[in-house]
């Protein structure tokens, strides 16, 4: 008999956006309607972004009033499987019915910053996001940070993983077995512009979708276990101009930065604490941005240093016609928790500002920050970054750059989710708190 899956237009494609707490979330057509829907879209509920990463729904203005359009990106649709288990699926932007972008997606919000930029200063960001992630059904076992018995654990999972990733816009860079418990990362080459969280979003995705097919369950919470280490997302950027030669790199300088790296640099350091709520959005980031944890916890630039918000990253001194488009600075201070998107937007925005605004960074620090008094710190130009989500989303509720770069009708429901994502705790523990959301992210 005719496999009519495969032959007829009966086949389903996912239409997928990325909520503010970096979910995916979307509906589905047939594939033959692909002509169609890239036109018209699925119709979408304003009050979808009042939903919480717990599925529970965040105070807000918007009740049962409004319709938007969910439509797809022709560009970021990808296959895969085959036979019976093939998977169709397609990233996209929710519009008003004047097809302008909504808002409060997150996607647009990203576009947006993008292009402000380059407005600015004429330059796109490339970008790579790292993940770390654990398999949180795995039996733990001494002497596995970065040990090969635990790279041979992923066999099963890992190929079909990281082959997944190949047959879309993710290219692969690296896997290794990280330091912490049945703990791993994964690395994607940079892309430019909006790519660079398409990507992230999709690596998200397919982690959950191929790697639980091979029976591990793996988890980017940013901590499992309150005792034991977190998991991050370090954001690498670098610059190029229109006809795509790099702008990141001055050999002249003594850490290697352009004007306009150290602006763009400056201007993150300078309201990295004003967006830490849309890089760092649970309550338990905030037990993994701790001095000694190799994260973040003070708004500093590092050159080579594991615990500054930004690092400016080694090259290869091998070959100097390559060094310019090596060179780039890492973000150390976003989790998995966050959109890829709203974090992607918020660094951009504010790196944004910075060269505008010609704001200089802090001079790299080569000490432990945590031994240092308040006043030792601001006489270095660093602050401590905020230490629990509430202190961070007062940061960013009353901060008129955000507002500036975001609106305020996205930061006030931004915050009111959040707010009703931390309503969902307020009766639990560190423990119960790590495993709610160990079993979102």
């Not at 018995?149 to 290219?171: H, I, V």
């Not at 369950?217 to 499992?224: A, E, I, K, M, N």
Request: a negative charge; charged letters at 20%.
């Amino acid at each position: 008999m005719e496999n009519k899956r495969l032959n007829t237009s009966d086949r389903l494609v996912f239409v997928a956006t990325s909520d503010l707490s970096g979910i995916l979330r979307g509906k589905s057509f047939p594939v033959s309607q692909w002509e169609k829907r890239c036109q018209s879209g699925l119709g979408w509920t304003p009050a979808n972004a009042q939903i919480t990463c717990f599925d529970t729904f965040s105070d807000g203005a918007l009740g049962a009033f409004g319709d938007l359009a969910l439509v797809p990106d022709a560009e970021m649709r990808f296959t895969l499987g085959q036979g019976e288990d093939i998977f169709d699926f397609v990233l996209g932007d929710i519009l008003t019915l004047e097809a302008d972008p909504w808002v409060c997606c997150t996607r647009s919000q990203a576009r947006r910053a993008i292009d402000a930029l380059h407005k600015a200063c004429g330059a796109t960001p490339l970008a790579a996001f790292e993940h770390e992630f654990q398999i949180k059904n795995a039996i733990p076992r001494a002497g596995d940070g970065f040990g090969a018995k635990g790279f041979r654990d992923a066999k099963g999972w890992s190929g079909p993983f990281l082959a997944a990733l190949a047959q879309t816009s993710c290219q692969p860079d690296s896997f290794m077995k990280e330091y912490g418990p049945s703990q791993y990362e994964v690395t994607i080459k940079p892309a430019a512009g909006l790519m660079a969280p398409d990507n992230a979003a999709i690596l998200r995705f397919l982690a959950a979708d191929v790697i639980a097919a091979h029976g591990a369950l793996p988890s980017f919470s940013p901590v499992l276990d309150p005792d034991s280490i977190g998991n991050g997302v370090h954001i690498h950027f670098s610059f190029v101009n229109d006809a795509g030669l790099p702008l990141t790199h001055d050999a002249s300088d003594p850490h290697w930065m352009s004007e306009l790296t150290r602006h763009f640099i400056g201007g993150i350091l300078h309201y990295l604490d004003h967006i830490m709520a849309l890089l760092a959005p649970s309550e338990i980031s905030y037990l993994r941005l701790q001095p000694h944890r190799w994260s973040a916890a003070y708004n500093n630039l590092g050159f080579r240093d594991r615990e500054a918000s930004v690092r400016i990253c080694p090259v290869s001194t091998q070959n100097p016609q390559a060094i310019a488009r090596q060179f780039n600075f890492e973000v150390r201070s976003v989790d998995a928790a966050a959109s890829p998107y709203l974090a992607y937007a918020a660094l951009v925005f504010a790196g944004m500002q910075g060269v505008i605004d010609r704001i200089e960074p802090p001079k790299p620090t080569e000490e432990d920050l945590s031994v240092l008094t308040k006043a030792e710190l601001a006489a270095k130009g660093i602050r401590r970054l905020p230490q629990t989500l509430e202190e961070a989303l007062e940061k960013c509720d009353h901060s008129a750059a955000v507002r500036g770069w975001f609106g305020d009708a996205f930061v006030d429901l931004y915050i009111a989710n959040k707010r009703g994502e931390r309503a969902v705790l307020s009766e639990l523990d560190w423990t119960q708190k790590c495993d709610r959301y160990k079993d979102v992210y």
